[in-house]
């Protein structure tokens, strides 16, 4: 299995809806939230070039948000990158 972190804020529906859609896939992963933490925020800031949560690492790569995630999942791609391994 693929080693998932994804970055939260507590009252972000998108995170919710990612964090579900991952649950769904019967995948484990870390949830690291980001409310309170400006210096981790303003990493995630540099690491992706978002300003945005959830922001979500596969295998320390990011793939954006909850809409990107749900594009490869419609395109059928989500599955090979949530089986692979780290």
Do not use: H
């Not at 939260?8 to 529906?13: I, S, V």
């Not at 409310?35 to 954006?64: C, H, K, S």
């Amino acid at each position: 299995m693929a080693k998932i972190e994804i970055y939260t804020t507590q009252y972000c529906g998108y995170c919710r809806r990612a964090k579900e859609l991952l649950a769904r896939k019967g995948v484990t992963f870390t949830e690291i939230d980001v409310t309170a933490d400006p210096e981790r925020r303003q990493w995630l800031r540099d690491r992706t070039g978002r300003r945005t949560v959830p922001q979500i690492f596969i295998n320390g790569q990011p793939y954006g948000g909850y809409d990107d995630i749900a594009a490869l999942e419609r395109a059928g791609r989500l599955d090979a990158l949530l089986a692979e391994q780290e």
